[in-house]
């Protein structure tokens, strides 16, 4: 995997410490060689192609790539979502490998919180009732003053009673974000977080995030395609053909396109050699 340094700022140029994170070389998440295969033969197709990734505790970090380089695929397995072929996934100390389903339901409840481009909340239920679903099913008390940092942190103290079809859709994705927040999860997944929202409520959403890691020092994973939400996290990972092509550290817009470009430029070859060969 290869390195490519950047410049340190915010959307929009503003300086940024990005202070309050824990020692960034602890571990929440690894792979190790991490494949998955779909189909077989002429159809074969490897979403993974020997992954090798960890993920420091306390900091934000987006996976990018092109459509099928294997972004989502490595998510969901990171995640206990779905199994790889061969290679290793770690939560914290904890081998998903050979993990029963048992196991792996309350590894899931416990440990990782989850946020989706379509919110999934539940339209019968209050943001309030939302927010605390997940304790509520695993048969947890919330703590109160936790609750309240999370509410306070997502801006929600007024919208509480609503339901989801009383809120915009960027209130929706904070409500979504705080349920997965609720639990104290080791590392929260995020699956293009922004997708559904206009760019103003999508800011919102990321700049949400951006807090969480900055004065709870959550981790957080996040899947986008969008230059302008990588640019508000730690660390942008490049995946292009299920493999590991090259990162950045704290990257801007700019630097963030750079590689997206230098990745385009090399897959044009790839892609007319196998035109070709079709």
């Not at 300086?15 to 602890?26: I, L, N």
């Not at 290793?88 to 998903?96: A, F, K, P, Q």
């Not at 801006?155 to 915009?168: A, M, V, Y």
């Not at 999860?185 to 103003?200: K, M, Q, W, Y």
Request: aromatic content about 4%.
């Amino acid at each position: 995997m290869s390195g490519s340094g950047s410049s340190q700022g915010e959307p929009g140029g503003a300086v940024s410490p990005r202070s309050g994170r824990v020692d960034p070389m602890t571990v929440a998440a690894s792979v190790r060689d991490l494949t998955k295969i779909y189909g077989s033969g002429q159809t074969e197709v490897r979403a993974l192609d020997g992954v090798t990734l960890d993920i420091g505790a306390g900091e934000f970090t987006a996976v990018m790539g092109p459509s099928g380089s294997g972004k989502s695929t490595l998510m969901h397995c990171c995640a206990a979502l779905d199994t790889a072929d061969s290679g290793s996934v770690r939560i914290g100390e904890v081998e998903l490998t050979g993990l029963k389903d048992k196991a792996l339901t309350a590894l899931r409840r416990d440990e990782i919180g989850f946020v989706f481009q379509s919110f999934n909340l539940v339209p019968t239920l209050s943001a309030k009732e939302n927010i605390l679903l997940p304790l509520a099913i695993a048969g947890r008390r919330p703590d109160s003053a936790w609750f309240d940092q999370v509410v306070a942190t997502v801006g929600l103290d007024d919208r509480l009673g609503h339901r989801p079809n009383q809120l915009s859709g960027g209130q929706q994705q904070r409500v979504a974000v705080a349920r997965a927040l609720a639990s104290r999860p080791r590392i929260v997944f995020a699956d293009e977080p922004t997708g559904n929202l206009d760019s103003r409520s999508g800011a919102e959403v990321l700049s949400l995030l951006r807090r969480s890691v900055d004065e709870h020092q959550q981790t957080i994973v996040m899947v986008t395609h969008d230059p302008v939400a990588a640019a508000y996290t730690d660390r942008v990972v490049f995946l292009a053909d299920g493999r590991v092509v090259d990162e950045l550290r704290s990257p801007d817009r700019e630097a963030v396109l750079e590689v997206m470009a230098r990745m385009t430029e090399a897959a044009a070859p790839r892609d007319d050699a196998a035109a070709r060969e079709a």
